[in-house]
């Protein structure tokens, strides 16, 4: 089974955000967990989904700890 990685930059089209946003998302620990593979980022789909379920919503007012 080949598992794909995603970019930091085709993260960031994903979400719509800056790549830099996610730059500074790993520097303080936040956002989906990452692999640094011979000084480049990725992250596993696998990862980026849970993040994204961690995420979800049923009403603006809800508090999420992710």
Same mark, same amino acid.
């Not at 930059?9 to 730059?23: F, K």
């Given at each position: 089974?080949?598992?794909?990685?995603?970019?930091?930059? &085709?993260?960031? &089209?994903?979400w719509?955000?800056?790549?830099?946003?996610?730059?500074?998302?790993?520097?303080?620990?936040?956002?989906?967990?990452?692999?640094?593979?011979?000084?480049?980022?990725?992250?596993?789909i696998a990862?980026?989904?849970?993040? &994204?379920?961690?995420?979800?919503?049923?009403?603006?007012? &809800?508090?999420?700890?992710?």
């Amino acid at each position: 089974m080949n598992e794909r990685h995603l970019s930091q930059q &085709e993260l960031a &089209e994903r979400w719509g955000i800056n790549g830099r946003t996610l730059e500074g998302w790993r520097s303080r620990g936040i956002g989906p967990d990452f692999l640094k593979l011979g000084g480049r980022v990725v992250y596993r789909i696998a990862d980026v989904h849970e993040y &994204e379920s961690k995420c979800l919503r049923k009403s603006t007012g &809800e508090v999420v700890a992710v």
